[in-house]
């Protein structure tokens, strides 16, 4: 009886020692057409550092990747700043990468808006991202 009972707790430990599907910081949204997963190189990010983007874009009905899209990552404060970059197409199927720098900590509305072609309507998605202050020891990023 002890046997069995430690088997079952093994049972149940398992999972949770195993890697998750799930990425921290990762968010999955959908559109109409497309199905997101955004995927920041930091999470929360900090203030006055260069923060990559990596959104993996699919076809929401046959989650096929959506190849040479176009599109934009943007985000903004209540106090009018605001940050931007083009999505940047990657050698992985459905990928494209963009950065981001907040100049400042606190509350940003961020957004994605993408089309597959240039007849294609774009869609937007949108989130509210946290921006932690900058670390006193962090170097000074530059966007070209």
Known sequence: MRARALAALALLAIPACG?????????????????FTVSPS?????????????IVVRDRKSRQPIENGEGQIYS???????????????????????KLNYVTAGQWA????????????????EWIQDVMNERADAPVTKKP
């Open 19 to 35: 890697p998750s599907d799930r990425k921290l910081g990762e968010l999955h949204q959908l559109s109409t057409t497309y199905a």
């Open 42 to 54: 930091e999470s929360p990010p900090h203030a006055r550092e260069a923060i990559l983007f990596k």
């Open 76 to 98: 903004n404060n209540a106090e009018g700043a605001s940050t931007w970059d083009g999505m940047r197409k990657a050698d992985e199927l459905g990928t494209y990468y963009g």
């Open 110 to 125: 961020v957004a994605i808006r993408f089309r597959r072609d240039s007849l294609s309507p774009l869609e937007k998605i």
